[in-house]
């Protein structure tokens, strides 16, 4: 999976990438304060250039290379054996193309945001740039720090542009991260030891760590370490409850970009670090963890049953979704693992969009209890519509991007474990009611309250934001192979390194 001798090629794009927003983020103090427009302007050129060299490097990729590609290295702290190495494969790709296009679309969504919009605007894209980095960090060291810089921007978009409790859920947030990353440090410095005890030479290198030896206890207790911090950031159960607090006090481009991006980092380091590093410990904790994935499905889907806040029911929703990734990893088959990943893709554009939608109401009537609502298509049928397309692509009908995903996840657990399989198949059936019963108590019904009259419809602008979504539900539910294939390659070799140690 890792190469041991690194393949240079197109040196700087991926660097490139990742440093676009950065500067962009820089720029923005030398915006002047009154100038909220070319503030929104140009956060969106720095986000749309970073979106076309995204798409760039896709168009020069190498669909099912089982290599990395566009790998670059430079010297960081040689002394302890840190570079900076930075490649893609089929999963980094995928996850590059979702965080640039999303985080286009929220600066282009941000025109409810007034409270200081440089800094808004600078955090988005600072924040672009540490999830830029998570995904493309071959070497630990620097995938650790890229892990950390997120933290730093989220706490402040949710701290500051956040709602009325804004503070505590921003603490929250972080405190949960922090302990799972200390974790996860203090695993890294064991391991990198190891390195120089095996090797003669300390290094952060993950092609270098793969091929280091560990006796079956460190590699339990190494893979819990590594395991915590992942679970919390998907977030699994019992972990999650930092979750639902945050997206409720985020800002709508905040919960975007922690449902579809942020989310998927926990499911990301599981597939690159923790597993492939160390199998025998994922062997031994396997029966907790798939556990784990089946009860976040099936409580994740009757919490979100029971709330009054649309917001909160869609956090609740995101613990299932995130359950079916969980379970499919646990799976451990071809078909399960393919359908968690290209879960991570769907989630972020269903409840990405979800959340959008969201904030189109909040932002009209300021307030997100469905009991305010009813009676909506009459007056907005647009917004009726979009609604009903996303709704029904986040609970998997046929043809939508939804469908695919969840199938190859309850085929392949069902291969794995038939009774978790079948239990997983409850949260579809939890979802669709959950889902099926917001919608309706949002949409139909009598348009009985004064306020509800006076909605508008979206404007054009917001229809350029739900645009590439809606092509992405359609797209990727008719053509999944789109990402399958990209997906492929990762799939086989984490199957294969497990297999082989």
């Known amino acids: 999976m890792y190469p041991t001798s690194l393949d240079y090629t197109n040196p700087g794009l991926l660097t490139m990438l990742m440093l676009l927003p950065f500067f962009g983020a820089c720029c923005m103090f030398f915006v ?6 070319f503030a929104r302007l140009f956060a969106s050129i720095f986000a749309f250039s ?11 990729y190498t669909i099912k290379s089982s290599g990395y590609q566009f790998v670059e290295k430079l010297p960081f702290i040689t002394n302890i054996g840190a570079d900076y190495v930075v490649g893609i494969d089929g999963l980094s790709l995928v996850m590059l193309l979702l965080t640039t296009a999303i985080c286009f679309l929220v600066i282009l969504a941000s025109s409810s945001v007034h409270k200081n919009i440089r800094s808004y605007l600078g955090c988005i894209l600072f924040l672009e740039t540490g999830m830029i980095g998570t995904f493309i960090a071959l070497d630990a060291l620097t995938f650790y720090v890229f892990w950390e810089i997120m933290l730093v921007p989220m706490y402040f978009i949710i701290g500051v542009w956040g709602g009325e409790r804004r503070v505590y859920a921003a603490i929250k947030f972080v405190l949960y991260t922090a302990i799972g990353s200390i ?13 120089q005890l095996q090797f003669g030479q300390m290094t952060f290198y993950l092609g270098d760590w793969l091929r280091l030896s560990f006796s079956p206890t460190e590699q339990l207790y190494l893979f819990i370490a590594f395991a915590l911090a992942f679970a919390i950031k998907i977030p699994v159960f019992p972990f999650h409850t930092w979750l639902p607090d945050a997206h409720v006090e985020a800002p709508t481009g905040g919960s975007v970009i922690l449902a579809a991006v942020m989310l998927k980092m926990g499911v990301y380091g599981l597939v690159r670090y923790a597993i492939p590093l160390f199998p025998e410990g994922f062997t031994y904790c396997l029966p907790v963890i798939f556990l784990l994935g089946v009860v976040g499905i099936v409580l994740g889907a009757l919490f979100a049953w029971v709330q009054t806040d649309i917001k ?24 399960g693992i393919q ?20 904030g189109v109401l909040y932002d009209r009537r300021h307030t997100r209890l469905i009991s305010d609502y009813g009676g909506l298509a009459k007056k907005v049928p647009h917004f009726a519509t979009l609604f009903l397309i996303f709704t029904l692509s986040s609970i998997g009908l046929p043809l939508t991007n939804g469908f695919i995903g969840e199938f190859m996840v309850l085929a392949g657990s069902y291969q794995a474990d038939k009774v978790y399989g079948l239990i997983a198949v409850s949260g579809v059936v939890l979802g669709a ?8 108590r949002v949409v139909f019904g009598e348009l009985d309250q004064a306020k509800n009259g006076e909605l508008t419809d979206i404007t054009f602008t917001e229809r350029l934001v739900f645009a590439p979504l809606l092509v992405a539900v ?24 497990v297999g082989q140690r």
């Open 339 to 358: 359908g968690a990943l290209l879960q991570l893709v769907n989630h972020g554009v269903s409840t990405g969009a979800l959340f959008l939608l969201v």
């Open 50 to 60: 970073s979106l076309l060299l995204s798409c760039l490097i896709a168009s020069d």
């Open 433 to 440: 009611l959950y889902m099926l019963s917001l919608y309706r």
């Open 32 to 37: 002047p304060v009154k100038e909220e427009r």
């Open 474 to 497: 359609f797209a990727l539910g008719l053509f999944p192979t789109l990402v399958l294939d990209l997906l492929e390659p990762t799939s086989r070799n984490l199957i294969s390194e």
């Open 312 to 335: 909160k029911l869609i956090a609740y929703s995101s613990v299932s979704h995130l359950g079916f990734c969980v379970v499919g990893l646990c799976a451990f088959n071809f078909d």
């Open 183 to 195: 974790l996860m440090l203090v695993a890294m410095v064991y391991v990198a030891y190891q390195s």
